[in-house]
């Protein structure tokens, strides 16, 4: 029974930066692997970022170099920095968790906070 919420979207102008939070309750918080999705008007969710335990990440290749997700286990929290946003980044940006050990699909999300609007526009 994990619930997840974000915060931290809201406007912002292209080049500046921004940082998501998301908190977690619910389950054994280090057992997730923890990620971020994104949903831009009229497009489907896509994957952005995700990080295990231990830290390690990954990255779309569009965030790659702009983009840092971190995880703090002790306070259930994770977090996506978002630097160098573009208009492109907007988007409805989604915490989610995985129990699997590999979480390639969509589907293997099992848990979903009610994201975060993030706009970037001058």
């Known amino acids: 029974q994990v619930q997840l919420v974000e915060s931290g979207g809201g406007l912002v102008q292209p080049g500046g930066s921004l940082r998501l939070s998301c908190a977690a309750s619910?389950?054994?918080?280090?057992?997730?692997?923890m990620g971020w999705y994104r949903q831009p008007p009229g497009k489907q969710r896509e994957w952005v970022a995700s990080?295990?335990?231990?830290?390690?990440?990954n990255y779309a290749d569009s965030v790659k170099g702009r983009f840092t997700i971190s995880r703090d286990n002790a306070k259930n929290m994770v977090y996506l920095q978002m630097n160098s946003l573009k208009p492109e980044d907007t988007a409805v940006y989604y915490c989610?968790?995985?129990?699997?050990?590999?979480?390639?699909?969509?589907?293997?999300?099992?848990?979903w906070g009610q994201g975060t609007q993030v706009t970037v526009s001058s």
């Open positions: 619910g389950g054994i918080f280090s057992s997730y692997i």
């Open positions: 989610a968790a995985c129990s699997k050990l590999v979480c390639r699909d969509r589907i293997e999300w099992s848990y």
């Open positions: 990080i295990v335990e231990d830290g390690s990440a």
